[in-house]
């Protein structure tokens, strides 16, 4: 009896926990259901909220994007104008620049002809003063040809006129000598003549040697004027020859 009263009670007992887990798992499903209606009403709610937010923000993008496009067009626009003027700017300083080196290629080429020019003057110049100098040292070599010929000439000369001098006081002394000989030449040879015939007691012993060396030193004389006159025709030829 208190057997099955246990087993009653037991059975009561698994039957109230598994009421208990039952209602556990309706309340469960129950609250899983109320937040999914929940979330679904709150998801409606806020699917409304936002579509009409998106509207808004999609018109404020497409005026941002239409404003962003005009600014770029205008941007594109005034880049456009500045490369323009930009490159109106630089094809002007590039006209201008290259007229500039045209000018100054010009005055270059000016400069460079007259340049040119000043070389071949001073080009002709130096070949002018080269030959003058050419001639000069021609002129120069002759002069001093012409002066050592001349100093050679001086002490031929001064040597000629020296020894003419020498020759004309020698001619002149010998020319006196044999003008005393000879008026007492013919006075010895009779005083030698007188000797030899023994006609004369006057008559010395040496009448014939002084004739004989009288006679002897006339003719040496006379030989010595011969050759002397011949030495002086020769200077005085010599003297005409070379122009003094």
């Known amino acids: 009896m208190n057997q099955k009263t246990e087993q009653d009670n037991e059975d009561e007992v698994v039957v109230i926990e598994e009421r208990d887990k039952r209602s556990q798992l309706y309340i469960g499903i129950a609250a899983v259901i109320g937040l999914a209606l929940g979330g679904l009403i709150g998801s409606s709610l806020t699917a409304n909220k936002w579509e009409a937010t998106y509207h808004v923000l999609e018109a404020r993008y497409q005026t941002l994007s239409d404003s962003k496009q005009q600014l770029v067009s205008d941007v594109e626009a005034k880049v456009a104008d500045a490369d323009t003027a930009t490159d109106a700017k630089i094809e002007e300083a590039l006209a201008e620049q290259a007229e500039?080196?045209?000018?100054?290629?010009?005055?270059?080429?000016?400069?460079?002809i007259e340049l040119e020019k000043a070389n071949l003057s001073l080009e002709q110049q130096l070949n002018e003063?080269?030959?003058?100098?050419?001639?000069?040292?021609?002129?120069?070599?002759?002069?001093?040809?012409q002066a050592d010929m001349q100093a050679t000439m001086f002490d031929r000369s001064r040597e000629l006129f020296r020894k003419e001098l020498q020759i004309a006081q020698?001619?002149?002394?010998?020319?006196?000598?044999?003008?005393?000989?000879?008026?007492?030449?013919?006075?010895?040879?009779?005083?030698?003549?007188v000797y030899l015939e023994g006609t004369s007691w006057d008559a010395k012993s040496d009448s014939c040697d002084r004739y004989d060396?009288?006679?002897?030193?006339?003719?040496?004389?006379?030989?010595?004027?011969?050759?002397h006159n011949m030495d002086l025709r020769q200077i005085k030829s010599l003297i005409e020859e070379i122009g003094l």
């Open 100 to 112: 500039l080196h045209k000018t100054e290629l010009k005055d270059l080429q000016t400069a460079s």
């Open 129 to 145: 003063q080269k030959l003058a100098i050419e001639q000069t040292a021609k002129e120069n070599q002759s002069l001093n040809r």
């Open 170 to 193: 020698a001619l002149e002394s010998l020319e006196q000598e044999r003008d005393r000989i000879e008026p007492n030449l013919s006075t010895l040879k009779n005083e030698c003549d």
């Open 213 to 227: 060396a009288a006679n002897s030193r006339l003719s040496d004389i006379r030989q010595m004027i011969q050759v």
